[in-house]
């Protein structure tokens, strides 16, 4: 059963910083790019932060880039996003999202965990 499971969010004051975990299983981890999505109410998702498929590097929204990090750790499961500089903009809910290599298989996507910044 695949799973990915974020935490990690929260209130924090606009300047404060926050890590936000996901820990995967149920698929090959190492074969997937990993990233983060933000979304808010009737908005669609955005990419927030995304490995390339060679995992040597990542992409960034220009909103969050110098601000976030994206990182991984393959031995455990688990992908980072790393959010300094926090805004009220930031204000949104996050998803991990697991980008399957093959074009016939399911991509995954986490419940997300909501990220709110007080002005």
């Known amino acids: 059963q695949v799973q990915l499971v974020e935490s990690g969010g929260g209130l924090v004051h606009t300047g404060g910083s926050l890590r936000l975990s996901c820990v995967a299983s149920?698929?090959?981890?190492?074969?997937?790019?990993m990233g983060w999505y933000g979304q808010i109410p009737e908005k669609e998702r955005e990419l927030v932060a995304m490995?390339?498929?060679?995992?040597?590097?990542?992409n960034y929204a220009a909103s969050v880039k110098g601000r976030f990090t994206i990182s991984k750790n393959n031995a455990e499961n688990t992908v980072y996003l790393d959010m300094n500089a926090l805004k009220p903009e930031d204000t949104a809910t996050y998803y991990c999202?697991?980008?399957?290599?093959?074009?016939?298989?399911?991509?995954?996507w986490g419940k997300g965990t909501l990220v709110t910044v007080s002005s």
């Open positions: 999202y697991a980008d399957n290599p093959s074009p016939w298989g399911l991509d995954y």
């Open positions: 149920g698929f090959t981890f190492s074969e997937f790019a």
């Open positions: 490995f390339t498929r060679s995992g040597s590097r990542a």
